[in-house]
């Protein structure tokens, strides 16, 4: 049965839905409608008689052609203009359109134009795709080329004799030169004779045309095109200019009075609409996403496609006796492509497909939220089978009983009407609930269950593979140099999710574009990727020579110590450039995706992370504060070592890192962190980090000690070079000198606001100004 079936009109007297409103004229508002439509018909139609209406494109071809009758004074071509509108005009008389003879003799042979460089947009507008441009040294015409104004080579355009052919001997082109610039192409000069009438066999006469166009955009190229020939009138338009003065006053008074009349008969009903869900019923008729945009997590999308698959043919699982998911929970960290997962089922299902965000449900009123979620099932319900996507989740699905509030609390309520909704005791079939989330770990459990969210979905972060494929589907949108390897930016982005990826793309057009390029090259992919991860090149930052001294002296001991000791992630650059907030950084790049760390490679990453304070040193025989956000990482990761992956001997396999979390306040104890061990295991594990940090620093002023004079070379190197790769830095410790050193650096003048300022003051090496370590550094974890 349909829906009117189902719910008859009430008759009068009776409660009537949200959406009804009693008493409403219906025959009042059609009649100020008609008299709008009318109005609008007076004040925009003009009248044309028996003129034929052309558009700008077919006057303008008939212009080139010479059709359009300039010289005479009972034929004039005028152009109207009126004071109440933008728009103008243009009347006249055009004369037949022009054929080739019959049996006249075609004369072919070749043109040039000498073209002006504003010229060449006009061309390829004229021609579309039927020029292309060529660099040559030098253009030599061939014998017999005909020179053409570029008003006679419209002119031939538009009557058909310049073919467009790539075939023909000397096809359409635009050749640039040193000297100038040429269009050159093959002519077809033919006998013109007047079109006559299919019916009469005669000549067709001159008719008059009219022509509207808009005076706002095409002012300049009128002026250009018509100033000579045609004459302007004015139109005095009366009728416009009362309507003009009337009808914005009149339709004023009509919507008030509609409004006020509205607003008295929805007293009482209008004050609880706010009640309404805000779910967004999405059509994605345009900049439809599927799932063949969605690359890298093909688990993901497998199973959520399962659910499509079951939405387009459930009986195809129902015969087994499987029956259709309740809820899908997709879990994954920003950036992994959780509502573009979304998005693409919403392009992939023919089924209603309901958007909201978590945030939506929750409103300053107690009781608001729990409605929300009654009325969006209630949607869903009447048009089942149906999807509905719920962003950031943990907004509204919050543990509950933690923290602060009660069963009274507005999100709490929110929270049980959906577990209710969900699956309680009146479920709601057909209604498919699709969240994410990148906070699983704060969810109520009853929310997780089966039954309600009876799938989780884990988006993870893409592998290499994973990452090439994403990129070759951001790359769709730019022009990428044809020799460009994405597997190389794939394998040097680990770690980077799909949003990330897609940054690092736009930075690269963006930078292909400032250099003036004609294609995005492998260059400016890693030089997008140093920017992303690392931060932007400062090369303008005013350091004393002193902080850049100490600078390259730190960043010497980091290096060195990367390059010799085994179980380091391979060197990728070491640079004393600030860039971004940092004032030099030593960078390197995993072979592959890691997954776990091992505790040598622990210990060596400790080791370099020394490297900076002790190599600094050696130079000044002082210490500055350059080290602290290399004292910060270390102990971070010794204490990883010693408390969460059990690397301590003394304290074993045991976690000790409850303690340490942030305090989260749907969750934590108000009172402060509640710690899990006694006073002297918290000796022990400060002695154990303090031990680990100890042997570190000691193992590494061992070797830069032993190597003060490589240490020294490579000093100096950033000093003259300022950015060294791997191959430079394996030059000087094998061979004592670089065999390929970079090209010097010409870095930009400081300007004189700067010069004027003092030095900025070296808040540390690696790290920005509030102490935060600079990810992919020496020191970083992984």
């Given at each position: 049965?349909?829906?009117?079936?189902?719910?008859?009109?009430?008759?009068?007297?009776q409660n009537r839905g949200p959406g009804d409103s009693p008493g409403f004229n219906w025959r009042l508002l059609g009649l100020l409608s008609v008299a709008v439509v009318i109005l609008g018909i007076a004040y925009f139609v003009q009248p044309?008689?028996?003129?034929?209406?052309?558009?700008?494109?077919?006057?303008?071809k008939a212009w080139d052609q010479g059709r359009i009758v300039t010289d005479e004074a009972e034929k004039p071509l005028q152009i109207v203009t009126s004071d109440s509108s933008s728009d103008v005009t243009i009347t006249g008389w055009i004369s037949p359109e022009m054929v080739p003879a019959p049996n006249s003799k075609t004369e072919s042979g070749s043109f040039q134009v000498i073209l002006d460089p504003d010229l060449q947009k006009e061309v390829r507008e004229i021609a579309g795709e039927g020029v292309t441009n060529v660099q040559e040294a030098s253009f030599q015409a061939p014998a017999g080329t005909r020179t053409l104004t570029f008003a006679d080579f419209r002119k031939a355009h538009a009557l058909g004799e310049i073919p467009q052919d790539k075939n023909v001997e000397n096809p359409l082109r635009i050749v640039t030169t040193p000297e100038a610039t040429i269009l050159t192409g093959t002519i077809n000069s033919y006998d013109y004779v007047a079109k006559k009438d299919a019916q009469t066999n005669k000549e067709e006469a001159t008719r008059q045309f009219t022509v509207p166009v808009s005076g706002t955009i095409l002012k300049d190229q009128l002026a250009t095109l018509l100033s000579s020939k045609a004459k302007y009138k004015k139109d005095p338009a009366y009728l416009r200019s009362a309507i003009s003065m009337f009808l914005p006053f009149l339709l004023i008074i009509a919507l008030l009075f509609f409004l006020f009349r509205q607003q008295m008969k929805s007293a009482g009903r209008g004050a609880m609409s706010f009640g309404k869900s805000k779910a967004r019923l999405l059509t994605m008729d345009r900049n439809k996403v599927t799932f063949k945009d969605v690359a890298g997590i093909q688990e993901a999308k497998e199973e959520l496609f399962e659910i499509v698959d079951f939405l387009r043919d459930p009986r195809k699982f129902q015969k087994l006796g499987g029956s259709i998911p309740k809820g899908v929970l997709m879990v994954g960290s920003p950036g992994t492509g959780k509502t573009l997962l979304a998005r693409a089922i919403a392009g992939e299902a023919d089924v209603p497909f309901f958007s909201i965000s978590g945030s939506d449900f929750v409103e300053m009123f107690v009781g608001v939220g729990a409605s929300r979620v009654r009325d969006m099932f209630e949607q869903g319900k009447k048009h089942a089978p149906c999807l509905i996507f719920i962003d950031e989740i943990d907004a509204v699905g919050r543990h509950r009983g933690h923290g602060m509030g009660g069963g009274h609390d507005e999100r709490e309520q929110t929270l049980n009407q959906l577990l209710v909704e969900m699956d309680g005791f009146d479920t709601q079939e057909g209604v498919i609930i699709i969240a994410a989330t990148n906070r699983p770990d704060v969810l109520d459990p009853a929310l997780l269950r089966p039954g309600r969210f009876d799938r989780q979905v884990t988006v993870s972060l893409p592998d290499v593979n994973g990452r090439e494929e994403i990129l070759r589907v951001h790359v769709k949108k730019i022009k990428l140099a044809a020799n460009t390897d994405l597997a190389v930016v794939a394998r040097g982005t680990p770690g980077f999710s799909g949003a990330e990826l897609a940054n690092l793309v736009n930075e690269a057009a963006l930078l292909a574009a400032r250099k003036g390029m004609?294609?995005?090259?492998?260059?400016?992919?890693?030089?997008?990727?140093?920017?992303?991860?690392?931060?932007?090149?400062?090369?303008?930052?005013a350091m004393s020579d002193k902080e850049r001294v100490g600078t390259a002296w730190h960043e010497a001991g980091h290096a060195y110590l990367n390059m010799v000791l085994p179980h380091t992630h391979p060197l990728h650059k070491v640079t004393i450039i600030p860039r971004g907030p940092y004032l030099g950084a030593t960078m390197y790049l995993p072979d592959g995706d890691k997954y776990s760390t091992q505790k040598k490679e622990a210990l060596a990453n400790l080791i370099v992370t020394m490297g900076g304070r002790i190599a600094e040193a050696f130079h000044s025989d002082d210490v500055s504060n350059g080290a602290s956000g290399d004292i910060r990482q270390a102990t971070s990761l010794a204490r990883a070592m010693v408390c969460e992956w059990g690397m301590s001997d003394k304290l074993g396999m045991v976690e000790y890192g409850d303690g340490d979390g942030p305090v989260f306040l749907g969750r934590g104890d108000m009172g402060g962190r509640k710690v899990n061990y006694s006073g002297h295991t918290a000796k022990v594990i400060d002695e154990e980090i303090k031990g680990f940090i100890d042997n570190a620093y000691a193992e590494a002023e061992r070797v830069l000690t032993e190597n003060r004079e490589v240490v020294e070379k490579i000093a100096m190197a950033l000093l003259e070079y300022e950015t060294l790769d791997a191959s430079h830095l394996r030059d000087i410790i094998d061979f004592g000198e670089m065999r390929n050193p970079p090209s010097a650096p010409k870095p930009p003048p400081v300007p004189d606001e700067l010069r004027k300022k003092p030095a900025a003051k070296a808040t540390g090496d690696d790290r920005p100004d509030d102490g935060t370590p600079i990810p992919g550094a020496v020191g970083a974890p992984a």
């Amino acid at each position: 049965m349909s829906d009117q079936q189902n719910n008859p009109t009430p008759p009068p007297g009776q409660n009537r839905g949200p959406g009804d409103s009693p008493g409403f004229n219906w025959r009042l508002l059609g009649l100020l409608s008609v008299a709008v439509v009318i109005l609008g018909i007076a004040y925009f139609v003009q009248p044309t008689g028996n003129a034929e209406i052309l558009s700008y494109s077919q006057f303008r071809k008939a212009w080139d052609q010479g059709r359009i009758v300039t010289d005479e004074a009972e034929k004039p071509l005028q152009i109207v203009t009126s004071d109440s509108s933008s728009d103008v005009t243009i009347t006249g008389w055009i004369s037949p359109e022009m054929v080739p003879a019959p049996n006249s003799k075609t004369e072919s042979g070749s043109f040039q134009v000498i073209l002006d460089p504003d010229l060449q947009k006009e061309v390829r507008e004229i021609a579309g795709e039927g020029v292309t441009n060529v660099q040559e040294a030098s253009f030599q015409a061939p014998a017999g080329t005909r020179t053409l104004t570029f008003a006679d080579f419209r002119k031939a355009h538009a009557l058909g004799e310049i073919p467009q052919d790539k075939n023909v001997e000397n096809p359409l082109r635009i050749v640039t030169t040193p000297e100038a610039t040429i269009l050159t192409g093959t002519i077809n000069s033919y006998d013109y004779v007047a079109k006559k009438d299919a019916q009469t066999n005669k000549e067709e006469a001159t008719r008059q045309f009219t022509v509207p166009v808009s005076g706002t955009i095409l002012k300049d190229q009128l002026a250009t095109l018509l100033s000579s020939k045609a004459k302007y009138k004015k139109d005095p338009a009366y009728l416009r200019s009362a309507i003009s003065m009337f009808l914005p006053f009149l339709l004023i008074i009509a919507l008030l009075f509609f409004l006020f009349r509205q607003q008295m008969k929805s007293a009482g009903r209008g004050a609880m609409s706010f009640g309404k869900s805000k779910a967004r019923l999405l059509t994605m008729d345009r900049n439809k996403v599927t799932f063949k945009d969605v690359a890298g997590i093909q688990e993901a999308k497998e199973e959520l496609f399962e659910i499509v698959d079951f939405l387009r043919d459930p009986r195809k699982f129902q015969k087994l006796g499987g029956s259709i998911p309740k809820g899908v929970l997709m879990v994954g960290s920003p950036g992994t492509g959780k509502t573009l997962l979304a998005r693409a089922i919403a392009g992939e299902a023919d089924v209603p497909f309901f958007s909201i965000s978590g945030s939506d449900f929750v409103e300053m009123f107690v009781g608001v939220g729990a409605s929300r979620v009654r009325d969006m099932f209630e949607q869903g319900k009447k048009h089942a089978p149906c999807l509905i996507f719920i962003d950031e989740i943990d907004a509204v699905g919050r543990h509950r009983g933690h923290g602060m509030g009660g069963g009274h609390d507005e999100r709490e309520q929110t929270l049980n009407q959906l577990l209710v909704e969900m699956d309680g005791f009146d479920t709601q079939e057909g209604v498919i609930i699709i969240a994410a989330t990148n906070r699983p770990d704060v969810l109520d459990p009853a929310l997780l269950r089966p039954g309600r969210f009876d799938r989780q979905v884990t988006v993870s972060l893409p592998d290499v593979n994973g990452r090439e494929e994403i990129l070759r589907v951001h790359v769709k949108k730019i022009k990428l140099a044809a020799n460009t390897d994405l597997a190389v930016v794939a394998r040097g982005t680990p770690g980077f999710s799909g949003a990330e990826l897609a940054n690092l793309v736009n930075e690269a057009a963006l930078l292909a574009a400032r250099k003036g390029m004609t294609a995005v090259t492998l260059a400016e992919m890693e030089e997008a990727r140093d920017k992303v991860r690392w931060g932007r090149e400062r090369r303008s930052l005013a350091m004393s020579d002193k902080e850049r001294v100490g600078t390259a002296w730190h960043e010497a001991g980091h290096a060195y110590l990367n390059m010799v000791l085994p179980h380091t992630h391979p060197l990728h650059k070491v640079t004393i450039i600030p860039r971004g907030p940092y004032l030099g950084a030593t960078m390197y790049l995993p072979d592959g995706d890691k997954y776990s760390t091992q505790k040598k490679e622990a210990l060596a990453n400790l080791i370099v992370t020394m490297g900076g304070r002790i190599a600094e040193a050696f130079h000044s025989d002082d210490v500055s504060n350059g080290a602290s956000g290399d004292i910060r990482q270390a102990t971070s990761l010794a204490r990883a070592m010693v408390c969460e992956w059990g690397m301590s001997d003394k304290l074993g396999m045991v976690e000790y890192g409850d303690g340490d979390g942030p305090v989260f306040l749907g969750r934590g104890d108000m009172g402060g962190r509640k710690v899990n061990y006694s006073g002297h295991t918290a000796k022990v594990i400060d002695e154990e980090i303090k031990g680990f940090i100890d042997n570190a620093y000691a193992e590494a002023e061992r070797v830069l000690t032993e190597n003060r004079e490589v240490v020294e070379k490579i000093a100096m190197a950033l000093l003259e070079y300022e950015t060294l790769d791997a191959s430079h830095l394996r030059d000087i410790i094998d061979f004592g000198e670089m065999r390929n050193p970079p090209s010097a650096p010409k870095p930009p003048p400081v300007p004189d606001e700067l010069r004027k300022k003092p030095a900025a003051k070296a808040t540390g090496d690696d790290r920005p100004d509030d102490g935060t370590p600079i990810p992919g550094a020496v020191g970083a974890p992984a």
